[in-house]
């Protein structure tokens, strides 16, 4: 079966702690997988889009990798204002179906 | 550039009600998918929609319909409401071909 395992559930960090958040999957063939960040009560904003192993992208504080299994989104020194979930989502090749993770709850104390 | 937008923002329904969301998708984008988020769930795949027909179903029952307009608009129709139905109900949207979605605000369906 098809999964999408995120962990931790919950991160509290101090402000300026790095730390990594991990999403790994189990599909027959993955033809993208997604970050999204979500703020409470709202529509999931898109962060990355990562395609094949040994890529990696930056936006600001983060930057997104990708093996064959999973996935991980860094966060470098972050701000208070990064504090939401973190979604992450894979397209797969079989169904052509998207599969989201249960999310991360990322919490940056001031 | 307009992004995803839904309406409304919220709703109060009773059991055995019937409720319409609707969805207008990012300019330039002609695919909508959409998706209902539990409290502390990732979304789940409900249907997506392409030239005005339904393309793919995920796991929910027939209560659950859907329709896409010529202008690529969407709506959402569930009936026969139940209190499990209880959700934040998101709009994505694409452009054929493409693999990135973007998601609009969300509308917060409470069944009483």
């Known amino acids: 079966e098809d999964q999408v395992t995120q962990s931790p559930e919950a991160l509290r960090l101090q402000e300026g702690e790095s730390s990594s958040l991990n999403c790994s999957y189990t599909v027959s063939g993955l033809r993208g997988l997604f970050w999204y960040r979500q703020d409470p009560g709202k529509g999931p904003e898109f962060l990355f889009t990562l395609y094949s192993a040994g890529e990696e992208k930056e936006k600001e504080r983060l930057k997104a990798t990708l093996t064959k299994k999973e996935s991980f989104l860094h966060i470098t020194a972050p701000k208070p204002e990064d504090s939401a979930t973190y979604l992450c989502?894979?397209?797969?090749?079989?169904?052509?179906?998207?599969?989201f993770g249960k999310g991360t709850r990322l919490h940056i104390l001031p | 550039d307009a992004g995803v937008t839904q309406s409304p923002t919220h709703l109060i329904k009773t059991r055995g009600q019937q409720v319409t969301l609707r969805c207008s998708p990012k300019s330039g984008h002609d695919t909508v998918s959409w998706y209902q988020q539990a409290l502390g769930q990732g979304p789940q795949f409900i249907f997506q929609?392409?030239?005005?027909?339904?393309?793919q179903r995920g796991n929910f029952p027939d209560r659950f319909s859907g329709h896409q307009f010529p202008n690529y608009s969407s709506e959402l129709n569930v009936n026969a409401l139940l209190l499990g139905d209880s959700a934040l109900y998101l709009c994505a949207s694409l452009q054929n071909g493409e693999d990135t979605q973007y998601f609009g605000p969300g509308t917060r369906l409470t069944v009483l």
């Open positions: 989502a894979v397209h797969e090749n079989r169904d052509d179906k998207i599969i």
């Open positions: 929609y392409y030239e005005e027909e339904e393309r």
